[in-house]
């Protein structure tokens, strides 16, 4: 995981960056995290156009378009390190309105109550908006 950002109260936003921090969210948190982060990544590694024709240099460069092109998936941990919300955001943290934003909570509960105001710091570090009505996809009752 890499850091992103700090939120208040000691809890910290960590980009998810490998399929195997994606698995240990999912089973942590029991949502599906781990299933749209290989979709996406699979995406955008698809989309990957190798720039040498010789054949043990194609992968050149696959890395860092994977990380350029697919979704950010993050996660927020309090400072024991328990996580507290997952986030999925545009590609490169840029502000894209046809691109639907999600967080949730443990159990794809809503996380918005309880970390709102880390919610705001991570929007604030994008400089983007995370309301809830756009990036919470299930019902609220």
Not at 15 to 22: F, L, N, Q, S, V
Not at 53 to 71: C, D, S, Y
Not at 77 to 93: F, I, N, V, Y
Request: a negative charge; glycine letters at 8%; hydrophobic letters at 35%.
């Amino acid at each position: 995981m890499k850091y992103v950002c700090d939120a208040p109260d000691g809890k910290t936003w960590f980009r998810i960056e490998t399929e195997a921090e994606a698995g240990s969210e999912s089973e942590v948190m029991r949502h599906a995290v781990e299933k749209y982060f290989r979709k996406e990544q699979e995406k955008a590694a698809q989309s990957f156009r190798p720039i040498s024709t010789v054949n043990f240099e194609q992968e050149i460069g696959l890395k860092a378009h994977v990380q350029r092109e697919m979704p950010l998936f993050l996660t927020l941990r309090a400072d024991d390190g328990t996580p507290l919300a997952t986030a999925m955001l545009p590609p490169g943290g840029r502000d894209d309105r046809s691109f639907r934003p999600i967080i949730v909570g443990s159990g794809n509960a809503d996380p918005y109550p309880e970390e709102g105001d880390a919610i705001r710091a991570l929007a604030e570090h994008y400089g983007m908006t995370l309301e809830r009505a756009r990036c919470y996809p299930y019902r609220r009752d």
